[in-house]
Structure formats: C-alpha cells, structure tokens
T-cell receptor, first 110, second 115 residues
Framework: QKEVEQDPGPLSVPEGAIVSLNCTYS??????FMWYRQYSRKGPELLMY????GNKEDGRFTAQVDKSSKYISLFIRDSQPSDSATYLC??????????FGKGTSLLVTP | SAVISQKPSRDICQRGTSLTIQCQVD?????MFWYRQQPGQSLTLIAT?????????ESGFVIDKFPISRPNLTFSTLTVSNMSPEDSSIYLC????????????FGPGTRLTVL
C-alpha cells in the first residue's frame, strides 16, 4: 500500500461547478499537508498549505485535513476553465521529504 | 515565493551518456531538493542538497548515479550519469519556503528523454 493514495481521474466538470479533490494516507505521523497545481509541461505550483487538522480558505480554494480519518480534501468553488490542471496532494512528517499522490487530472469545460 | 529556474528545460540524450541539470534560485536558501517525476508516477525525492555538506540521498538513489553539487546558497546541479531509457523522466528542483520554511516551491522541471 502506497503511503498517499489519490484518484488519478480524469475529472471533468462544467464551468462554475464545485470541485472536490481528495487524498487518503496511511502514515499517522504526517503533520504538514499541501496541495499543488501542475499545468502541462510546468512545475508544481503551491496552492494551499495546512499544518495538522482543520480547514483553510484562500479565495475560491478550501483545504480540509481530517487526521482522524487520514483524509484530506481540496475544494474549488466557481471552477473556471483556467483551473484545468493536475492537482497533487503532498504531505510530510517533521522532516523535509514530501510524499506525493499521483495527482488528479481536472478538466473544467466552458 | 522564490523564483526558480532550471536548465536545460528539456533534452534528448543517448544511452550511456550523462546530463547535468542546473537549478538557480533568486534568493538564498538553505535547503534545496531534487525530485523525479516519472510518467504516471508520484513525484519522488532523490536527494536533499545543503550548501557546504554532502547531499543526503533517499532510499533507492545513489551518489554514483545522481551526483549533486551545491556550491552556494542559490545554485545546485544534479547529474544523471550513465543514462538508460529508464531514466527518462522530469527532474525538478525545489527549495524550502513559506513563513516557517515548512513547505517547498518547485522549479519548472527538466524533461529528459533517453534513447
């Protein structure tokens, strides 16, 4: 079992929809949780960063961490075609090594 | 966040040769990292590069295959040695960042194809 599981999709939604992206993990020592967005042929761009459990909101994006269920989510409100990308979850313990999911491919259609 | 550049952006190489990838940051950082992103796979950490010390390699990666240099606080190189087609991948450098240096910012990546 991989430490971080993420459904690769693809996920296709109409413009304006609410998107829910999720990851599960097995290592209870993970403390830091991140979401990255990666456009085709580009490097990952940090979207959201959360320490421990709870919610964090930034504009149209909301990150949730439920450590008791080992489950994290990223919600995108009012999705736009420019949100079409691959979304990567990443997490780590107290050290520096990030553990990534394989990424979910999102397509937002006009 | 830091601005990170990588050279080359892409390359096509022959089996048995070596390629050195450069990573430049616009500010001084203590920690730099090298990752590999193989098709259909998760990003995987190759090694951590601190200025003034030997790089620390993750399980499955060795210095003879992936030698790393870190001559100063804004620059690092990763060499992929004696390449085989299995080394075809995207190689990414990242740097520590955020208010508490708790997260990482990534460069644009180097897309390597080995024939």
């Amino acid at each position: 079992q991989k430490e971080v599981e993420q459904d690769p999709g693809p996920l296709s939604v109409p413009e304006g929809a609410i998107v829910s992206l999720n990851c599960t993990y097995s290592n209870s020592a993970f403390q830091y949780f991140m979401w990255y967005r990666q456009y085709s042929r580009k490097g990952p761009e940090l979207l959201m960063y959360t320490y421990s459990s709870g919610n964090k909101e930034d504009g149209r994006f909301t990150a949730q961490v439920d450590k008791s269920s080992k489950y994290i989510s990223l919600f995108i409100r009012d999705s736009q075609p420019s949100d079409s990308a691959t979304y990567l979850c990443a997490m780590r313990e107290s050290g520096y090594a990030l553990n990534f999911g394989k990424g979910t491919s999102l397509l937002v259609t006009p | 966040s830091a601005v990170i550049s990588q050279k080359p952006s892409r390359d096509i190489c022959q089996r048995g040769t070596s390629l050195t990838i450069q990573c430049q940051v616009d500010s001084q950082v203590t920690m730099m990292f090298w990752y590999r992103q193989q098709p259909g796979q998760s990003l995987t950490l190759i090694a951590t590069a601190n200025q003034g010390s030997e790089a620390t390699y993750e399980s499955g990666f060795v210095i003879d295959k992936f030698p790393i240099s870190r001559p100063n606080l804004t620059f690092s190189t990763l060499t992929v040695s004696n390449m085989s087609p299995e080394d075809s991948s995207i190689y990414l450098c990242s740097v520590e960042g955020g208010a508490g240096r708790d997260t990482q910012y990534f460069g644009p990546g180097t897309r390597l194809t080995v024939l």
